[in-house]
């Protein structure tokens, strides 16, 4: 089965910065959704997305309003709270992220050196799906 997500937006919020039990550094940040199928008119929704790692490294320097895509794939976990009732959260895990407008604030250079710390001599795979992607709009 594909578990496939592209999404391009507005970064709806600072990225939040926190670490896994194990100690792996993990950013969280929204992006909106816009439905235009209500009464009341356009209806926003909100994904999390969440990256792990070096990508958490490179995402932590965005800032809010900046126009992204990230490729990734929905998790749904659930689990019982302390009531016993069952819950559930969705959310995008990042397997690739890539700005789509020039940054134009003094992270912009650290931004560059962090992707450069992060690439490897074998282009990514992902970041070439999401070059094909980019082609095409």
Known sequence: MLNEIILIGRLGNEPEVSETKNGTKMATISLPLFHSYTNEGRKTEWVQCRAFGKLANIIEMARKGVLVVI???????????????????????????????????????????????????????????????????
């Open 71 to 137: 490729k990734g794939e929905l998790h749904n976990p659930t689990w019982e709270d302390e009531n016993g009732n069952k819950r559930s959260r969705s959310y995008v895990v990042i397997e690739s992220f890539r700005f789509l407008e020039k940054k134009k604030t003094e992270d912009e250079q650290n931004i560059k050196e962090e992707i450069s710390n992060t690439n490897t001599d074998n282009p990514d795979p992902i970041d070439a799906d999401i070059d094909e992607f980019l082609k095409g709009l």
